[in-house]
């Protein structure tokens, strides 16, 4: 089976996560400068079977858009023309930066490693795409 590729898109760097050919596990892939986002995933389904991409949508608490819920849409139609024979779905972000913090303080690792602010990114397209894998 196809895998998915979820993404927490920013407006500095963009983590990644994918499933595994089963569609059962969602793992960390990579986090990316935003710039070259598209280039990276271009290059990865050139080598790996990818059925479509769930992007994590930004949204306040009350649904309203935050600063970055423009930048993800409009990642969104690029992603949609740069791969035409692919699925896009977006989904509700909301507390996913904050569920990886928590991830990675519970995860023993010291103050400097937990500074590393591409596993948060990464930590947070995991959460988006498990979460998505639970729901179908």
């Known amino acids: 089976m196809p895998r998915v590729i979820a993404i927490d898109h920013g407006s500095k760097r963009t983590g990644l996560a994918v499933t595994d050919t089963l569609r059962i596990i969602a793992t960390a892939l990579e ?3 935003t710039t070259k986002v598209l280039d990276y995933l271009k290059a990865y389904v050139a080598k790996e079977k990818v059925d479509g991409f ?32 692919k699925w896009v779905e977006q989904v509700d972000e909301r507390f996913t930066s904050r569920m ?11 103050r400097m490693a937990r500074r590393e602010k ?13 979460s998505w894998l639970s729901k179908h």
Do not use: H
């Open 31 to 33: 986090t990316v400068e």
């Open 100 to 110: 990886a913090q928590q991830t990675l303080r519970m995860s023993g690792k010291g």
């Open 54 to 85: 769930v992007i994590g949508l930004p949204t306040n608490l009350d649904g309203t858009a935050t600063d970055g819920t423009a930048g993800a849409i409009a990642f969104t139609e690029q992603l949609k023309k740069a791969f035409p024979d």
């Open 118 to 130: 591409g596993q948060i990114d990464r930590i947070s397209a995991t959460i988006i795409l498990q």
